[in-house]
């Protein structure tokens, strides 16, 4: 059974809201794809990976109108991240996603633990919308 909880815009802070995707979950694997990421938001991932032991990380950051800072990827790419740049043909890569999982297999996650799915970037970490949920 999926337990989901959605944090309204204002009422936690981002820390907050994202330490619920980890409650009473011990994840192995991460996965983020963000449009923009800053060195505040990559610093925070790291942070992140490292307070709950997570050893398999990934990355896919889109590069459109600029914004994703080069030396966050090279940040997260030095941190033993796994970087990835999103591609469109026409528009813009524009996911907010961070999924929490037990290890990768060829078909992605063995199991998805929790997930965290927004409206804001990784770019100050100002993330509103949050599902939060276990298997």
């Known amino acids: 059974m999926s337990n989901i909880l959605l ?17 009473g979950i011990a994840p192995e694997a991460m996965c983020v794809a963000t449009a923009y990421l800053t060195l505040d938001g ?5 942070k992140l990976a490292k307070k709950h032991g997570i050893s398999e990380l990934n990355m896919v950051a889109g590069t459109s109108g600029a914004v994703t800072h ?9 941190s033993g991240w796994d970087v990835r740049l999103g591609h469109t043909g026409k528009g813009i890569f524009h996911p907010k996603l961070l999924v ?12 998805t ?13 100002l993330l509103y919308i949050i599902f939060n949920y276990t298997v």
């Open 7 to 23: 944090s309204q815009a204002g009422s936690n802070t981002i820390e907050s809201q994202i330490s619920s995707v980890f409650k």
């Open 42 to 46: 990559a610093n925070y991932l790291i």
């Open 70 to 78: 080069p030396n966050a990827l090279r940040l997260l790419k030095k």
């Open 100 to 111: 929490v999982g037990n290890g990768y297999s060829n078909k992605g996650f063995n199991k």
């Open 113 to 125: 633990l929790g997930a965290y799915f927004g409206s804001g970037n990784f770019t100050e970490v």
